[in-house]
């Protein structure tokens, strides 16, 4: 799973580099795409559930699941890449928003608040700690800072398949299980965050989810391992990986 993660990574390393104004998003799904054969792995994504290409492509108010199109990314846009691989039937998992040019200060708020929120709750990924401290740790840094967290959309366990329990909200749920972390458990944890409404609409093409009151929206995610003395974060260069 590291070395599924690893690959995960090195290939959102190429589709950030690529990103500017005047680029059309169906450009990254040809990177990802590539990035696949050379590195001989799977795209994870690529006909999971029916879902067409091998990367999520969302812009601006397009929270999750967005298809690679001929739109053209445009200065001051916001772009989110969610990527997973399949290396010797491991599964890795990973996201990340990009500035497009300058972004307003605003936008730029957000992608640091969105991303601070997947930190703290990975700072909580600990064995003995419960399931509900890494959701408590993500709503309290994105809501404290006057953004909204996603519900319709969570994180979750991975390993041989792509979605595997535990689900991972990125709120405290009521109901949510006091699920004990235990070393050798995979996360894949992923906050979602709007700058208004935490409400979505899922278009007609099926997949892509967009905030409902068409306010910018963020996503991070990290596939996160359990050790016995903390966690490892298995989509990072490895020394910059483990705590």
């Given at each position: 799973?590291?070395?599924?993660?690893q690959l995960?990574?090195?290939?959102?390393?190429?589709?950030?580099?690529?990103?500017?104004?005047?680029?059309?998003?169906?450009?990254?799904?040809?990177?990802?795409?590539?990035?696949?054969?050379?590195?001989?792995?799977?795209?994870?994504?690529?006909?999971?559930?029916?879902?067409?290409?091998?990367?999520?492509?969302?812009?601006?108010?397009?929270?999750?699941?967005?298809?690679?199109?001929?739109?053209?990314?445009?200065?001051?846009?916001?772009?989110?890449?969610?990527?997973?691989?399949?290396?010797?039937?491991?599964?890795?998992?990973?996201?990340?928003?990009?500035?497009?040019?300058k972004i307003?200060?605003?936008?730029?708020?957000?992608?640091?608040?969105?991303?601070?929120?997947?930190?703290?709750?990975?700072?909580?990924?600990?064995?003995?700690?419960?399931?509900?401290?890494?959701?408590?740790?993500?709503?309290?840094?994105?809501?404290?800072?006057?953004?909204?967290?996603?519900?319709?959309?969570?994180?979750?366990?991975?390993?041989?398949?792509?979605?595997?329990?535990?689900?991972?909200?990125?709120?405290?749920?009521?109901?949510?299980?006091?699920?004990?972390?235990?070393?050798?458990?995979?996360?894949?944890?992923?906050?979602?965050?709007?700058?208004?409404?935490?409400?979505?609409?899922?278009?007609?093409?099926?997949?892509?989810?967009?905030?409902?009151?068409?306010?910018?929206?963020?996503?991070?995610?990290?596939?996160?391992?359990?050790?016995?003395?903390?966690?490892?974060?298995?989509?990072?260069?490895?020394?910059?990986?483990?705590?």
């Amino acid at each position: 799973m590291r070395e599924a993660n690893q690959l995960g990574c090195r290939i959102l390393d190429e589709l950030e580099k690529a990103v500017a104004p005047g680029v059309k998003t169906m450009f990254f799904e040809e990177i990802a795409r590539e990035c696949c054969r050379e590195m001989k792995v799977r795209p994870a994504f690529l006909g999971y559930m029916g879902y067409p290409f091998a990367l999520c492509c969302s812009v601006n108010e397009e929270v999750v699941h967005g298809f690679p199109s001929e739109r053209i990314l445009k200065e001051g846009d916001i772009v989110s890449f969610d990527m997973g691989v399949v290396f010797e039937g491991f599964y890795s998992d990973s996201a990340r928003t990009v500035a497009v040019g300058k972004i307003s200060p605003e936008a730029r708020r957000l992608l640091d608040v969105t991303r601070a929120s997947l930190e703290a709750g990975i700072a909580a990924v600990k064995p003995g700690k419960f399931l509900k401290d890494v959701s408590a740790a993500v709503q309290q840094v994105a809501e404290s800072a006057g953004f909204s967290v996603v519900r319709r959309f969570v994180g979750h366990g991975i390993g041989r398949n792509m979605h595997e329990k535990p689900e991972i909200p990125n709120f405290v749920a009521p109901g949510l299980p006091e699920l004990v972390l235990q070393p050798g458990m995979v996360l894949a944890i992923e906050p979602m965050v709007s700058a208004g409404t935490y409400e979505v609409d899922i278009l007609a093409d099926g997949w892509t989810a967009v905030t409902r009151d068409k306010s910018l929206a963020a996503h991070y995610e990290h596939s996160v391992a359990v050790t016995h003395d903390g966690h490892e974060i298995l989509s990072l260069p490895p020394e910059a990986a483990i705590a």
